[in-house]
């Protein structure tokens, strides 16, 4: 079935690959069954030349788990043809990952050592490959660090945000084939974590592939040639059309992730096949992934309930809610799965975002006033909204951080957030809107009733259900909520100009964030927060686009996120963190309604290794990603 794939995947793989030194620790080596043929026909290395020489093996029995076989095809869902990058966050091969208790560990690298926040030496795995057996060495580091991210055709803006620091990017060196050196004169505390995200900036490229359409490396007649053939401007924009590792889209780029592509081009169904050069084994000496296909079909995203009720998914979270579950757990024996009830690390399940950087003059000034937005959140029923929607699963509290995180505080999770309709009136008052039409609406200071439109996404139903409950209430305080549900990308685009009074989305998403993690998100860094938008554009791009923050808390949370990376020890930053906090909780930017809403998680019954109690999270831990799918197996 995948014959021709699969030689097309490894046409180029004898002429990379490099021999193998059998280590004594090593557990006797188990080819898979998938590759053979390619082995047995010399297309493809036998398993002892294709995995570094120290691979990283796998403890499944300090995690609980069973040993698994290789082989078989998981069936998964996504809604949108871009989503296929899902295949890399839910891999999640990484230089360094999360582990279950969300500490930084070596993944792809074999070592790392950190001095001081300021000097990183990574050490990378002697023998170690792409999936084209081409080899992963400090040259691959060396291309991205100066032929791409310093080339101001392919990086226009230079290096990535995260490398510089206090205006001054890294010293990077390359000692040796597995040697990377990161050095800069201040800290920088975020490097680590940065590399272990959901979308990880991939500071490396499979630089025998991509040589050939640079202009520093090719033959100016071939790339010529290329170029014309591809029908794009120049060299550049055809090295920036091949060169995704995150997307995902280019079944030609090598991967280090446990399965490549090996589907073309834009279809209703992708495969992803195992890679024959994944740098994991078990400790019986069988390579990971056990899983040989993972095919992942496009649907429209009203189907993924109803398709995966049918038992046409075998592991699915991606597309569900917790208003599905109650139809999931009724199609398990016929739909031959179970239903998992995993806890979520989103700080809010649903949250308020008032615009600060909203264009109409009179609006900015209203929402700017933190006596208004208290009095919103005071008037939000939580719990009726938790028993409506939630069956009393969730916890109406306000945004902020999880109790799985070290910073939480039950103060800053309750601020705000008691169902109190005369102290938000009282409020109101104080605030100079005590003024009313003839059916309670409160009026602005030009006389407008205070018709608050709240934009939302229209993707989940519970949002609409929580607002519903809301309108009600807000009218006892005499505020008319409007909603207007809209496409995602239409919203964010009217969110970002300035044009939303105020939307809903999730809130942070990292609601668990350890002594490690940057609070950056948590100051007016980027315009994704939808509070400030204009304030996150200006920062973004050095002041040419948006507005300065010009508020006093706001302009705080910006030297704070400064002080928290050039913070030197770790009282430090958890200083900084309480802080920042304890300001979001004052001031409510977001206004959070619920957290820690169960997401199903539907597993086949043939699917092993899958926890049945973990965290569904994207910031820490890739969704699937950090629960490791490279060690989940099926059975028959």
């Known amino acids: 079935m995948f014959k021709t794939t699969r030689h097309l995947i490894l046409a180029a793989s004898l002429a990379f690959a490099l021999p193998f030194a059998a280590s004594a620790e ?28 120290e691979p990283l093996i796998v403890d499944l029995a300090a995690k609980g788990r069973e040993f698994g076989t290789q082989g078989g095809t998981l069936r998964t869902m996504v809604t949108r043809s871009k989503d296929i990058r899902q295949m890399v966050v839910y891999g999640y091969a990484r230089l360094v990952g999360f582990d279950a208790n969300y500490n930084i ?78 050095e800069w004169p201040d800290p920088n505390p975020d490097f680590l974590q940065s590399l272990a995200q959901a979308r990880p900036p991939f500071i490396y490229r499979p630089s025998a592939f991509l040589k050939p359409y640079h202009e520093k490396y090719a033959d100016p007649e071939e790339l010529a040639f290329l170029v014309d053939d591809a029908r794009v401007k120049s060299w550049a924009a055809l090295h920036n059309k091949l060169d995704n590792l995150y997307k995902f889209d280019n079944h030609e780029l090598p991967t280090l992730q446990p399965w490549l592509n090996a589907s073309s081009g834009k279809k209703i169904r ?11 084994i078990d400790s019986n000496g069988v390579q990971l992934p056990y899983i040989d296909i993972v095919a992942m079909e496009i649907v429209a995203p009203g189907l993924v309930a109803a398709k995966t009720n049918a038992g046409e998914s075998d592991l699915q979270g991606r597309g569900l809610a917790f208003r599905d579950a109650s139809i999931l757990k009724k199609g398990e024996e016929v739909g031959d799965y179970k239903t998992l009830l995993w806890k979520t690390g989103v ?11 909203y264009a109409d003059e009179v609006w900015r000034k209203v929402l700017r006033d933190v006596r208004v937005r208290r009095a919103l959140s005071l008037a ?75 934009e939302t996404a229209g993707e989940r139903q519970e949002v609409e259900n ?10 006892e305080i005499g505020v008319k909520l409007v909603m207007r549900p809209l496409d995602r990308d239409i919203l964010r685009n009217r969110v970002f100009a300035g044009n939303t009074m105020a939307s809903v989305w999730f809130g942070w998403d990292d609601g668990l964030p350890q002594a490690h993690t940057s609070p950056a998100y948590l100051a007016p860094t980027d315009q994704v927060f939808l509070a400030w938008p204009k304030w996150g554009q200006f920062y973004q791009t050095g002041g040419e686009v948006g507005e300065a923050p010009d508020m006093p808390e706001a302009e705080r949370l910006m030297n704070l996120a400064h002080d928290w990376e050039v913070a030197t020890t770790d009282d430090e930053r958890a200083a900084v963190w309480t802080e920042m906090l304890k300001i979001h909780a004052d001031q409510l930017y977001g206004i959070g ?44």
């Open 466 to 475: 929580a607002l519903q409950i809301v309108t009600d209430t807000w009218r």
């Open 270 to 280: 992708h495969n992803f096949v195992r890679n024959p050069y994944y740098h994991r």
């Open 380 to 454: 939000i029923d939580r719990k009726t909204i938790n028993q409506a929607l939630y069956f009393k699963l969730a916890q109406p509290m306000a945004m902020s951080v999880l109790p799985a995180s070290p910073f939480y505080s039950e103060e800053n999770a309750e601020a705000w957030a008691a169902f109190d309709v005369d102290m938000a009136n009282a409020l109101l008052d104080e605030a100079g809107l005590d003024q009313r039409d003839g059916s309670g609406t409160r009026l602005l200071p030009d006389g407008r009733p205070m018709e608050l439109i709240i």
């Open 105 to 182: 560990v070596p993944d792809l690298l074999a070592s790392f050592e950190n001095e001081g926040n300021r000097k990183f030496t990574l050490k990378l795995r002697e023998g170690h490959k792409w999936s084209d057996g081409s080899a992963f060495t400090s040259e691959d580091f060396r291309y991205w660090w100066e032929d791409v991210a310093n080339n101001p055709l392919l990086s226009p803006s230079g290096p990535p945000d995260f490398l510089i620091v206090e205006g001054n990017a890294p010293t990077v060196s390359f000692p040796d084939e597995t040697t990377v050196i990161f």
């Open 347 to 357: 700080a809010s399940q649903i949250a308020i975002y008032p615009n600060l950087n």
């Open 593 to 636: 309604i619920l957290n820690g809403a169960p997401q199903p998680i539907v597993v086949s019954n043939r699917l092993r290794n899958v926890p049945e109690n973990a965290m569904w999270a994207w910031e820490p831990g890739a969704h699937f990603g950090v629960h490791r799918p490279d060690e989940f197996f099926l059975v028959d």
């Open 26 to 53: 090593l557990p006797t080596l188990q080819e898979s069954e998938f590759w053979s043929n390619e082995v047995n026909s010399g297309d493809l290395p036998p398993i002892a030349e294709r995995l570094p020489k």
